[in-house]
């Protein structure tokens, strides 16, 4: 099974039933804090591979349910600064096994990665999502 880094808003619940549902699948989790890394573009850029750029950023994020911030208005490296000056934008979790990285979790996109027990009640999305 996979080594999966796991970078999530800590207290979003659905964060935690993500991570419940890739240990319940026989992966080993390494949680860390998206908003305290020290992110720069080279180190965040990667997990947004070929998508397209408003699927970059967190939808629920005030910033951006307010209108402030427009996902379909930056470019790539406008909404990479962004990220970095706010990780609340960025969508999560962000995880990573081994060179491969992901932006959100589409549970039939990570199991075809790297194995996944199905699951119907997990999304990419926090229900208690302040920030």
């Not at 080279?42 to 967190?58: A, C, H, I, T």
């Not at 402030?68 to 600064?81: L, R």
């Not at 096994?97 to 075809?112: L, T, W």
Request: with cysteine.
């Amino acid at each position: 099974m996979a080594n999966v880094i796991f970078y999530e808003k800590p207290g979003c619940a659905s964060n935690a039933k993500q991570k419940a549902l890739l240990l319940a699948s026989g992966h080993q989790v390494d949680s860390r804090n998206l908003l305290t890394e020290p992110w720069c573009a080279s180190s965040l850029r990667p997990y947004f591979g070929s998508k397209p750029v408003p699927e970059w950023f967190n939808a629920a994020s005030p910033r951006v349910k307010s209108g402030e911030v427009k996902p379909d208005a930056v470019n790539p490296q406008e909404a990479i600064m962004m990220m970095i000056m706010d990780p609340g934008l960025i969508r999560r979790p962000l995880m990573r096994v081994g060179d491969h990285c992901e932006a959100g979790f589409d549970p039939a996109a990570v199991g075809r990665w790297i194995g996944l027990q199905s699951s119907d009640d997990v999304n990419d999305r926090c229900a208690m999502d302040a920030a």
